[in-house]
Structure formats: C-alpha cells, structure tokens
C-alpha cells in the first residue's frame, strides 16, 4: 500500500479512540505507525505529505457528526454538511503535517528521539489549532484516553499536554515492534504507572452542595425553532421543572431553552418564574438583543440567564467562543451573496462576549458559565481570577448527530479534571450529565426526556493546571525537546 494511503488509513484508526468508540489502544497502534511512516519519509515534503494524510483521515471520521447539522438548515442543502466536513479536515489537517514535519527535520537521530520531537510538536500544534483564528479545539488526541485511567495527568500537564502521552506511548509500542524491547517497555511502563499513580492520588473533594435539579426536555432541532411548536416545548420544560417546593433547588436548563427575550418580556419571566418555588434559583439559556436607537435589533448574543421566583433577571453571561458558520457568518457580504447562511435560525449574526465569567447564584453556589462548544477549550474555562464552585455548561446537542454528543461529554470530563470542579451539563436532548471534579460521569440522561436530581459535588482545591494553564503543557513540550537534544548529543 502506497505510503499516503497507509497514513490515510492509520488517521482513520486513530480516530476510532474517540468516543463513541473509544477502542484507545487502536489511537496508540497509530501513532506508532505514524512515527514509522514519518522516520521512513525520504524528504521533508513526503513527511509533511504523510502527516497530512494521517491528520485528514482522523478529522474527517472523528468529525462526521457536523455534516448532520447541515439536515436542520432550510437555508443550505444537506449535501453540504458532507462537503463540510472534509474541506474543514483539509484545513485542520495542516497541523498534525507541521508536527510531522517537525518530528522529521528534528527528530531522526533514532527513534525515541523522532517520538521525544514528534510528542513536544504535536503538543504545541495542537495548542495552536485550538487557538489560531477563532480556535477549533474539537477532539484533542487526549480525549482518547479517558477510559484508560491516564487522563488523571491532566491535572498537571493539561488537556495538550495528555496528547503528548498519547503520541510518547505510540512512540513505545513503535520501540518493542522494532526490537528495542528494554527501552519501550520502559518508556511505556513509565507513562502507565505514571497516570495510573495520578489517578489513584486523586485530590480530595468539599463536601457536596446545594440540591440541582437538571432538565433534559427533548426537544429535537426540527421542532425547537417551529411556532407551532413553542407552547407544547415549554409545557415539556414545565412538567420536568416539577411543581414548587419549599425545598430550594437551583434549576438548570439548557442552551436556549426559550425563544423569548426574557431581557424585554416581562411576560415571559413571570410564565418561568411561576414554575420555581419560593427560595429557587433557575439558570437557562436564551438569547440577548441589542437594540439601536431606531428600535430594531443590531446585535444578538448567545447567552446564559438568572431568574428568581419573582421573575427578576439576575447577572448574564454571554458566549465567548462563537462557532463560524453555526452562530455568525464570515465574510457575510461574499458568502451571503453566494446563498450560503449561518446553520443557527435567524439573519442577525451572534455577537461574543468578553469571556469567562463566574456568577454567583445567591443561596446555591457560585457557577462558572460555558455555552455549548466553549467548554472544549482547555485553559479557557473558569475566571482565574475568581474561581467557581463548578463550571456549568448548557449546550444544545440536538443537531451533533449520534458521535458528537459522546464527544462533547468527554471534553467536559477533561475541564472537570484539569480545573479540579464539578461540571454540570443540560441538554436539550443529551448527553446531560453531572460529572464530579476527577471527571466522573456520576449522573447521566444519555437520551430522551429527563431529570437529574442530586446534590452539586464538590470541588478540588485549584490543580495545578488550574493554577498556570496551558503554560504547563507547553514547558512539558519544551522538557521533551530538550530530551531529545540531550539524545543527539548521546549519539555523536
């Protein structure tokens, strides 16, 4: 098989680590074939070919889920998603064939070097991808391995830094296939009792917090956005909030939860405040407007609102990490023009907000705010300087197929490590869930309508990661450059 293909093939295997598959060992098996077609490359050119190739054959399984979100946009033709989704793999594939180009020029002393040079690369590729532009950080390699007991590392070396492991133990298995048995299974027991001690020497919790109540509606994409459709959505929404109490809960719904500008519709504060009972707090999604002096609407943004039982609005927080081409449109006059729209309903591009920020709910907690897909940004969750008692994340994963979901929930167990704090989601549709600050998935409501009634878990002292950010992974990657250096030295 030409070598192209071979990478082609083993991005494709690669990609088989993410959930909903999860087989991780087969993401190691590639990387190890992903050293060998680097170190076997004749030219810089075939190594950056080959890493390529090996980077759009993962991105463009792992991502199959976007094509399905082009199926709920009467503006643009399904058949769109399925040219979306490779010509976005095209692009992200760049950075793997940087690493790869990297572990090649670098990197060809031996191969424990070519591992050392291709690991610290694709820490900082990685980082970049999700950082450049606007950021995609979808999928990092470490994801892979929450089901194998090392994602407790994050804690220390970050999201970035953990798919650095991920390439050091392909790097191993590479080393036993070619003979070099002592220093592979050294290498690789290294990594494994390493995370394995960094998940048993798991930090200890606060004690558990105020009673939360998670609503999951089912409320599918076709019908969210349908008027005919509003009054039976909100008596779901209603019947799952349960009847008031005179136990407080704080209720979570989800990502846009309600159509109504509940900044301007008084009405429509009251309709939800009559749902909560008398020392009740609710968090839930909806949309802010901005309007000119005109009266019409110049701005909009994605945002996360507090109501009390009085139907009195509280702090907001609006979305920061908008995605392109779902919530605004680049270049709108050009692509406009060609026919092409925003997947999100509605011509008024969404506006971002300036960041994380943590709102304090009075009687229940302090809460961190990630909408949606702004919780797949590591270092970028939680307001450093004023740290949450847990992060919450609303999200609408109705229209991210059947493979988005699960992976959007393994990303939320990585912050929930790397932060050391509880991350509750609430979905439209799933996968909510409420995961505890080792990255536990403790309650889940993986599809249909539902609630999750339970305590808040507590949180972890600030890890590390918690503490420096994405600086870690990136003195991590600086520590293996300097290995593989000390290696060449060896040699000569």
Known sequence: MPPLALAFLAGLVSALGFAPVEFWPLTLVAFAGLLWLIDDAPSLRSALARGWWFGFGQFVLGLNWIATAFTYQAAMPAWLGWLAVPLLSLYLAIFPAAAAGLAWRWGRAGPLTLTLILAAAWIVTEWLRATMFTGFAWNPVAVALMPSGLAGLARWIGTYGLSGVAVLMGGAFLLVLRGAR????????????????????????????????????????????????????????????????????????????????????????????????????????????????????????????????????????????????????????????????????????????????????????????????????SGQVADRADRPDFIFNPSNDAWFGAWGPPQHLAQARLRAIEEGLPVVRATPTGISAVIDAHGRVLESIPSGAGVIDTHLPGAALPTLFARFGNALPLAFALLLVAGAIALRRKAR
């Open 182 to 377: 002592t220093a592979g299974a050294i290498a690789m027991l290294a990594v494994i009792g390493g995370g394995t001690l960094a998940w048993m020497a798991v930090p200890a919790l606060s004690g558990a917090g105020p009673l939360i109540r998670v609503v999951q509606p089912d409320i599918g994409q076709q019908n969210k956005w349908d008027p005919n459709f509003e009054a039976e959505n909100f008596r779901r929404l209603a019947r799952l909030t349960g009847e008031p109490s005179d136990t407080p809960r704080l209720i979570l719904w989800p990502e846009a939860a309600t159509p109504d500008y509940l900044s301007v519709q008084s009405r429509a504060r009251q309709r939800i405040a009559a749902l909560m009972g008398p020392d009740d707090m609710m968090l839930l999604g909806g949309v802010e407007l901005v309007f000119g002096d005109d009266g019409y609407a110049t701005a909009a943004y994605n945002s996360l609102f507090m109501i009390d039982p009085q139907g009195r609005l509280g702090p907001r927080y609006d979305k920061a990490h908008l995605v392109p081409y779902g919530e605004y449109l680049p270049m709108r006059p050009f692509l406009s023009a060609l026919g092409l729209s925003r997947l999100a309903p509605g011509d008024l591009d969404f506006h971002a907000g300036p960041g994380p920020r943590t709102l304090a709910v009075p009687g229940f907690a302090r809460a961190g705010i990630q909408i949606c897909y702004e919780i797949v940004f």
